[in-house]
Antibody
Framework: EVQVLEAGGGLVQPGGSLRLSCAAS????????MSWVRQAPGKGLEWVSA????????YYADSVKGRFTISRDNSKNTLYLQMNSLRAEDTAIYYCAKEPFTDFWGAMDVWGQGTTVTVSS | QTVVTQEPSLTVSPGGTVTLTCASNTGAVTSGYYPNWFQQKPGQAPRALIY???KKHSWTPARFSGSLLGGKAALTLSGVQPEDEADYYCLLYYGAAWVFGGGTKLTVL
């Protein structure tokens, strides 16, 4: 079964850092782009970042550019999101999603259940 | 600031047809925006429905279809079922960045 499972969420103070991970199984991880999407409490979806299958191309929303870094370890079938300089507005459920293509086009066919990040003092 | 606009809410009767739209403040939405559509029910992760304007995933029910309509991306549900009550989001491509619309809450009543 094709699955992605997020981990690493939690409570962090403003200005702090957190690293999310997404473990993939059931498919050839290196062949597909991956992405992160977040959803603040009671709000809509916000695309955050994406990375191509070989990790050579990365993409970021303006709201996180310079603070967040997406990466992947294809030997471990794992996607990461390093989040620095966190702000209260980064509070959200963070979803990991698999793309059905090697590069990212927004199709996101498989989603995890999300991990919650709360930025608060 | 790129803004993608969807109807905040729509209501449809069971068995009816409804069209949800997705507009961009940069101008007409074309196939080059690679419109994608997602469905989200309360407490659940989003589910992909349509990609690249009109292509369906293997699990997408036949009653869902995507198109371009009057300068917008559109998602049409024909023969609406009670289980189609959900939030629907479009996603557009802006050259190395993607932006979700604010979502449409579809009520089946």
């Amino acid at each position: 079964e094709v699955q992605v499972l997020e981990a690493g969420g939690g409570l962090v103070q403003p200005g702090g850092s957190l690293r999310l991970s997404c473990a993939a199984s059931g498919f050839t991880f290196r062949s597909y782009a991956m992405s992160w999407v977040r959803q603040a409490p009671g709000k809509g979806l916000e695309w955050v970042s994406a990375i191509s299958g070989n990790g050579g191309s990365t993409y970021y929303a303006d709201s996180v550019k310079g603070r967040f870094t997406i990466s992947r370890d294809n030997s471990k079938n794992t996607l990461y999101l390093q989040m620095n300089s966190l702000r209260a507005e980064d509070t959200a459920i963070y979803y990991c999603a698999k793309e059905p293509f090697t590069d990212f086009w927004g199709a996101m066919d498989v989603w995890g259940q999300g991990t919650t990040v709360t930025v608060s003092s | 600031q790129t803004v993608v606009t969807q109807e905040p809410s729509l209501t449809v009767s069971p068995g009816g047809t409804v069209t949800l739209t997705c507009a961009s403040n940069t101008g007409a939405v074309t196939s080059g925006y690679y419109p994608n559509w997602f469905q989200q029910k309360p407490g659940q992760a989003p589910r992909a429905l349509i990609y690249s304007t009109s292509k369906k995933h293997s699990w997408t029910p036949a009653r869902f279809s995507g198109s371009l309509l009057g300068g917008k991306a559109a998602l049409t549900l024909s023969g609406v079922q009670p289980e189609d009550e959900a939030d629907y989001y479009c996603l557009l491509y802006y050259g190395a960045a993607w932006v979700f619309g604010g979502g449409t809450k579809l009520t089946v009543l």
